[in-house]
Structures are given as structure tokens and as C-alpha cells.
């Protein structure tokens, strides 16, 4: 008989589930914790020459900062030369003796620096260490009376001397709410709902002290009413706000002739539009609620929108006759600002056109007619002068003005592509100024004396990423066609008002970004800048790669840019996650080198190949055909593609898991990266859908209307109504197989929480597990929270795509405690 001794305890040990858990693979959560926001605050530091023009010269400055510092420089283009503004030893031992605070070479908090009108000084601030009360504060003891004292310097270049301003008051900032007359002799304020007025020496009162009772202002209109206002609505406040500030001054909005004797008005009656509200749960005392109007997709109560134009000297206006279409919206536009003018704190809204004439469009509710319209201010009477007609949406850009409009040049895509048109002053067409397969852009300067028009366009140079923006010249007549700062780069540029040179800062997202001085015949007049990335570089840091692939129909060429770790191992399998956008407006894929690297560059820090690509349908800066792919199909016209992409790419390197598929973006990568889990359930594996307009029907008129589409229908008798149909994420939750986080702000009144909700309710409904987050008090952007909300998405696709358990249980985020200064 068999004998067991029973005394003998079991030898094994118990696992607890968590335990279990974090035993598994591994996120690279301290790799990824390297590169947040703020620590690339001291990796990355200047990567762009922004230049200041002056008015009485060619002459610009800029700072630019590296990793030894901030320098000043003033570049003269006439004689070539770049110099250091200041001896930043020499000034620091200066500012150091007078302020008594020490400063050296490398550390000049130098602010709010600016050329005197001789352009023979300059004047900046210093801020201290010394307390002291503010000027407009008595008591001491409360709270936010003590200040900073700031110290305030006149440099005087040609002998390099610097002398402190004794007693020198800054003047306030101009308030927001006052539009000033081009000649400083009138201000326009709108007032409950109604507009006022006041001369130039109560609004010297006012700049000093809102609240002084001597101020003297006048009441121009008197039937302003709420959602029908002569400017500002209050929108953004809550209603506890929004009926405490409408007795304030608020901005107006209007545009002035240049002789200031005339204004326009923008005014819109929304009071039929239905309301919509969001609620602040974490406001101070009760939650606050916040009504707005808001139109959705297909309903019948839409803002009416006019143009008053006021006769200022005899304190009168007149509603221009305008009308042509059903619900039509119009607009004035004003005149481009002067790059010269950058640094003046006074820059007068004014209206396109010139003393007698104002420009502005006529857009059909269906945005398929759109009108470039002219109006005599003397008579009232409204010219249309272009007119643009399609089947799908149309587009249009403020037109650039020859000769206070004797022509005008046009934007349109017409034939297809983005192109500029020459009418005269009547609106007969002239000719085609530029003609091809490629997308024009902006205009950058109209030279009228020589007829040339200086344009950034795209997609022109063989070889090179379509996208990648180049600055061109050309004759009014289409000769002449010449680029002007060539190079397989993306382009952003500065040129001074006279059109003789700029600035060219260019990079890609592999490359470090240069800066160049060049002329208006594209010659290089100087080399500025090449950043310092020194930095980021010994960090690990190691740049995408851009890459080529086919669209779902085989024949369109996509762009898209791939991250990798930066401890990347060839001979491991990735998970690949894709960050998305589908346009209409834009793709999420960069171009040239940015400092924002949380979605892309960051996340694939813990492990993954982080993709984005374009999709037909998506960025504006290509054909006609290819913007509006997904007109009539805004759920999925994007997704096709984008899983071509991921497959090909698999195809192409064996270190990108194709059956480990995440998925990933805001806003309207929000939306698609749902949609992407129910069309594609089989493929998508995980997807953190944030603030996503996953209802179209109840997300606003204006974006849904356009790309998706609405129908015009006309009666027998003549009525016009609209009807709109669109297919929704929640219609298809029933498919869910994946691992899904949806998040929303819970006062996000762009796209109201409601999107977001609806597909929750459709999920649960289904029997779907999935996993949603409130993000408390936050808009669209999740503010303050949005470092938050970034290590809750990469929790998720770390368990549910790397299969990293291991933050199951604990409580803190670990790489955001590091990051604060813990004071207890």
C-alpha cells in the first residue's frame, strides 16, 4: 500500500492577476517619456528666420535661438550684410549694473523689442526680481497686487549704447473691442448688441481706464438684439458671462474705407437658428451652462447674413441689396496687411477696395455658386464680376486688386487645378495667367507697375512630393513663368512689401531646417540660418522617412512619412498604428520638419511604426478631382486607402506587423478612426478616437454641407428647401471586434459631446465592450489635459497592441509625475 507523507507542503507559488499581467511584453514607456512636450523645449530651439521689416529700408531683424543662447541680428539685403544687434556680453553687463539682477551673454530676457520710427534705436524691457505694487492696485494684501517691476532700455545702434528709460510708463495695450479709423479719429464698439462710437481723445480715457466716467461715446444704432446684433454675440461665454458682459464693450468687426469716412458691417441674424448648449461641470461654484446657436446639416432655420455700409460723417447706413440665392451667406474682405506693419500696435481694419468701392462674395447655401461681387458705396448698387460654377462644392480666395481695381486677379479651379485668372475692372475675363497639372496656392505680392504676380503653388517640380509649396513669378499675361527658390524641399516664405526679396526657411521631415535671404529673381543674397538640433541628436533622436504608395484604385499616388522607433531593431516585428486626418481641409502628414512630435514621433517611442498618409479625398493642394473624392460618402471615402497603405507598407518591410493594426486621430480623425474599426473590423485591431464628429447630421451645417453635399430642391411654386442624408458611425456599431477609446471635452462646442455619446449609446446598445473618457472642462483641443489624454491613448494600444498590462493597477501616470516639480 502506498504511503504519502501529507506533512509536506505544496512548494509553488500564488501569482496575483496583476502580477500575471506585468510580467508580459514591455512598452517603452521611459523612451517615449523623453521626447514630451517640455523636455523638447530644451532639445529643439529656433528652426525659422521670422523676419521683422522695417518701413524706412529693405532692411529686416530677427532672433533666432540655439542652444548657446538667443542672438539679435539686423540683415541688410542692399550691401549684403548680417550683424549682431548687440554685444550680448557687453549689454548683459550693463543691464546687470543698472537693473541689479545678473544677466551674462547667454541668458537676456530681452522683451518686446522694437524699432524706433528713425530706425536709429531700439527699445525692449527687462523684467526683475523686485516686487513692487501695481499701478492700478492700492490694497497690498490682495491677491494679484504685487508685480514684477519691469526695467525699460533705449539702444542706440550706431554707437552700441544702451540707457535705461527713467519713469517711463508703458502705455496699455489698445482694447480688443475698438476698431480705430485708418486716421485715428473715430473708434467702433458694439455695446448691447448695438453700435457706438468715440472720438480719438475719450478713447485715450478708455485705454487708460474702461471704467472712467468722463468718457464720452455716442450710439450709432438702436435695434441690436441678442443673435441679431451689430457685432460681437458674446459667443464662447457662458450665460452667467455672456449677460454680465453685454452691458461691456465688445468688438465690432467692421472694415473701414481708407479715407476713414466709411465702414462695413458682416451682420447676421441667427435668432431662428436652434440652440445648442454644453455644461461646465467643473466651473467654480455650480456647473455653468453655455447656450449658443448652432445650425445643424439639412435644417431649415439658417442664419441670414447681410452687408451694412455706413456712412460715418452723417452717422447713417444702408442694408445693400445682395440677395441671389436661398440661405446665402455673404461676406467682406479686407485688404492684406503690409508685412512692414507687423510690429505697429495700431493696424486699422480695412476693406478690400479703395475709397469708392468694397469687394466682397456671395456664396449659395449648396456652396456650388459662388460670387465675386462689387459695391459703389455712393449708390448701393451691387456688381457681380466673377461668378463660379461646379457640381461639387467651390472654393475661393480674396482676389488680388490691380490698380484700386481697374483688374483683378482670380483665383479658381475651373479647369481642375487651382489657377489665377486676369479680369478687367468689369469682370470680363483677360486670360489664364497660370495654366497645368499643378495646385496655385496664395497670392504673395501684386507688382503692377511691371505686371508681375509673385504666387506660392505646388505640385509643379518633377520628382518631388507634390505638397512641397514653392514661391514663383509670372506676367499677368502668363509669360515668364520662373521659380524662384528651387530646391526638393517644403517652402515657407517672407517677402517685403516691395517684392525685392525673402526670406526662404525650407526643410523636410528628414532634413534640418535652413533659412536663406534671396532676391525676387531667385538669386541667394545670403545663407541666414541652419538650425541647431545638436541636442535632439544626441538624445537617440533619428528622422521619418518619407515614402510613396499607391491609393486603393492602384493608380493614385499617396504621400505618407513613417516613424520608428529610435531604438528600432530591423529583425523585430512592430505593431503599426496610423494617425489620421481626412480632409477635407488638409492631411495630417507633414511636410517639413516640425518640434510637434506627440502623435507620431512619440508614440512610436514605445514600440510601434507610426504612419501617416494622404487619402483621396483629403488635401486641397492637389487636383480638383482628388480634393473631392469623398463628396457624397464622408463616412469611409478615406478609409480604403488608408488600409492600402498599411498593406503595402507591410509588403514592403517585414518588421511592420500587418495583423497588429492600430488607429488613431482627432477631431475628424476622431470620426474616421472609428469608422476605420466598423468598416474594417478585421484589420484595425485597436483604434483612440478623440473628439470625433461621429454624427455628421448633428455636427455643423457649414463643414458637413460642403464636403459631404446637400441637395437644393425647388418647388412647382417656386420655394427652395434643402434636404441631407449622410451615413453615421453608430449606424454601423454592430461590427465592433477591436479594442476601442473614445474620448471627448466635456464643454467642446465645435464638436458637441453628443457626436461622441451617440456611438457609446449605439455600442452599448450592441452589446459592444469599449472603453470612453470624459475629459473634464476641456473644448476641442482638451486644453490643459491633452498631456493627460495622450497616456491614456498609449495605454491602450500599449495593452491592447503590444499586449503591455503592466500600468493595470497603477494609479499614477509616472512619466507625468516626473515632469512636475513636487513641492510636498
Not at 543698472?98 to 527687462?126: C, G, M, W, Y
Not at 465675386?372 to 475661393?396: A, K, W
Not at 498590462?805 to 497603477?810: A, K, L, M, N, R
Amino acid at each position: 500500500m502506498l504511503s504519502v507523507d501529507l506533512s509536506v507542503k505544496a512548494q509553488t507559488k500564488t501569482f496575483t492577476i496583476t502580477e500575471t499581467l506585468q510580467s508580459g511584453p514591455k512598452a517603452n514607456y521611459q523612451l517615449a517619456s523623453r521626447y514630451s512636450p517640455n523636455k523638447l523645449k530644451k532639445l529643439i530651439y529656433t528652426t525659422a528666420v521670422d523676419p521683422h521689416w522695417l518701413k524706412l529700408s529693405k532692411r529686416f531683424w530677427y532672433e533666432y535661438e540655439t542652444p548657446a543662447g538667443k542672438e539679435w541680428y539686423l540683415v541688410d539685403p542692399i550691401s549684403k550684410n548680417k550683424r549682431k544687434i548687440f554685444d550680448n556680453a557687453v549689454l548683459a553687463a550693463a543691464i546687470t549694473n543698472i537693473v541689479r539682477d545678473p544677466f551674462d551673454a547667454q541668458h537676456l530676457p530681452l522683451e518686446n523689442l522694437k524699432f524706433s520710427a528713425d530706425e536709429q534705436h531700439i527699445t525692449f524691457e527687462v523684467k526683475s526680481t523686485i516686487e513692487e505694487l501695481k499701478k492700478d492696485r492700492k490694497d497690498k494684501k490682495a491677491a494679484d497686487s504685487m508685480q514684477k517691476k519691469i526695467f525699460y532700455f533705449n539702444y542706440e545702434i550706431s554707437k552700441s549704447k544702451v540707457t535705461e528709460i527713467p519713469n517711463y510708463t508703458k502705455p496699455k495695450a489698445k482694447p480688443s473691442w475698438g476698431s480705430v479709423a485708418p486716421d485715428s479719429s473715430a473708434i467702433v464698439f458694439s455695446r448691447n448688441f448695438n453700435l457706438y462710437w468715440m472720438d480719438k481723445e475719450n478713447y485715450k480715457k478708455a485705454v487708460k481706464n474702461e471704467e472712467d466716467s468722463t468718457i464720452v461715446e455716442h450710439q450709432l444704432t438702436k435695434d441690436g438684439v441678442k443673435f441679431y446684433p451689430y457685432g460681437a454675440n458674446g459667443d464662447g461665454e457662458n450665460n452667467e458671462e455672456n449677460e454680465k458682459n453685454n452691458k461691456k464693450r465688445r468688438a465690432a468687426n467692421v472694415m473701414w474705407s481708407p479715407d476713414s469716412k466709411h465702414f462695413a458691417l458682416n451682420r447676421s441674424d441667427s435668432r431662428k437658428v436652434k440652440d445648442l448648449w454644453v455644461i461646465n461641470n467643473v466651473a467654480a461654484g455650480r456647473p455653468t451652462l453655455e447656450s449658443y446657436k448652432y445650425q445643424m446639416p439639412g435644417e431649415k432655420e439658417a442664419p441670414i447674413t447681410e452687408i451694412l455700409l455706413f456712412d460715418f460723417a452723417a452717422k447713417s447706413y444702408k442694408k445693400l441689396n445682395t440677395a441671389a440665392f436661398k440661405d446665402q451667406t455673404v461676406s467682406v474682405w479686407g485688404a492684406p496687411l503690409l508685412n512692414k506693419d507687423r510690429d505697429n500696435e495700431f493696424r486699422p481694419s480695412i476693406w478690400l477696395g479703395n475709397n469708392t468701392k468694397v469687394y466682397f462674395q456671395r456664396t449659395s447655401r449648396d456652396l456650388k455658386r459662388i460670387d465675386v461681387c462689387m459695391v459703389d458705396i455712393h449708390t448701393g448698387i451691387v456688381t457681380p464680376l466673377v461668378d463660379e460654377r461646379f457640381n461639387t462644392y467651390v472654393e475661393v480666395n480674396r482676389p488680388g486688386l490691380v490698380n484700386d481695381g481697374k483688374e483683378l486677379i482670380h483665383w479658381s479651379e475651373r479647369d481642375g487645378w487651382a489657377h489665377f485668372y486676369l479680369f478687367d475692372g468689369n469682370g470680363k475675363l483677360k486670360n489664364q495667367i497660370t495654366k497645368g497639372a499643378f495646385h496655385c496656392e496664395e497670392i504673395i505680392n501684386v507688382d503692377a507697375k511691371n505686371r508681375v504676380l509673385y504666387f506660392t503653388a505646388n505640385g509643379r517640380e518633377v520628382k518631388e512630393d507634390p505638397y512641397y509649396v514653392h514661391l514663383y513669378r509670372i506676367n499677368f499675361d502668363g509669360s515668364g513663368l520662373k521659380l524662384l527658390n528651387a530646391g526638393d524641399f517644403d517652402h515657407a516664405i517672407s517677402m517685403n512689401d516691395e517684392a525685392k526679396f525673402f526670406v526662404d526657411n525650407f526643410s523636410r521631415v528628414n532634413t534640418v531646417p535652413k533659412s536663406v535671404l534671396m532676391d525676387n529673381n531667385g538669386r541667394v543674397v545670403m545663407n541666414l540660418e541652419t538650425a541647431d538640433l545638436s541636442l535632439l541628436m544626441a538624445s537617440g533622436y533619428k528622422f521619418p522617412e518619407p515614402f510613396k504608395v499607391k491609393a486603393d484604385d492602384g493608380i493614385t499616388d499617396i504621400y505618407g512619412v513613417m516613424y520608428k522607433p529610435f531604438d528600432f531593431d530591423p529583425n523585430k516585428k512592430y505593431p503599426v498604428i496610423e494617425y489620421v486626418y481626412p480632409g477635407p481641409q488638409t492631411e495630417a502628414v507633414n511636410k517639413a520638419f516640425t518640434k510637434s512630435m506627440d502623435r507620431t514621433d512619440r508614440l512610436a517611442q514605445f514600440g510601434y511604426i507610426v504612419v501617416t498618409v494622404g487619402n483621396r479625398g483629403g488635401n486641397p493642394a492637389r487636383s480638383k478631382w482628388y480634393h473631392t473624392y469623398g463628396y457624397g460618402n464622408l463616412r469611409d471615402y478615406g478609409l480604403a486607402d488608408k488600409k492600402a497603405a498599411v498593406e503595402q507598407l507591410a509588403d514592403r518591410y517585414s518588421f511592420i506587423d500587418a495583423n497588429k493594426v492600430g488607429i488613431t486621430g482627432h477631431s475628424g480623425g476622431g470620426f474616421m478612426s472609428t469608422a476605420a474599426m466598423l468598416v474594417y473590423p478585421d484589420f484595425f485591431k485597436a483604434a483612440v478616437s478623440n473628439a470625433g464628429n461621429h454624427d455628421n447630421s448633428i455636427y455643423n451645417r457649414w463643414w458637413s454641407e460642403k464636403h459631404h453635399g446637400v441637395k437644393e430642391v425647388v418647388s412647382a411654386k417656386g420655394d427652395t428647401t434643402f434636404t441631407y442624408s449622410i451615413d453615421k458611425n453608430p449606424d454601423l456599431a454592430k461590427n465592433l471586434k477591436g479594442n476601442l477609446l473614445l474620448m471627448t471635452g466635456d464643454v467642446d462646442n465645435n464638436v458637441h459631446p453628443a457626436n461622441t455619446i451617440r456611438v457609446a449609446n449605439a455600442l452599448m446598445k450592441a452589446g459592444k465592450r469599449f472603453e470612453l473618457v470624459i475629459v473634464p472642462g476641456q473644448r476641442h483641443g482638451f486644453g490643459d489635459l491633452t498631456e493627460y489624454t495622450f497616456w491614456k491613448l498609449a495605454d491602450h494600444f500599449n495593452k491592447y497592441l503590444i499586449g503591455d498590462f503592466s500600468q493595470v493597477g497603477q494609479a499614477n501616470i509616472i512619466e507625468m509625475d516626473r515632469e512636475v516639480e513636487q513641492k510636498r
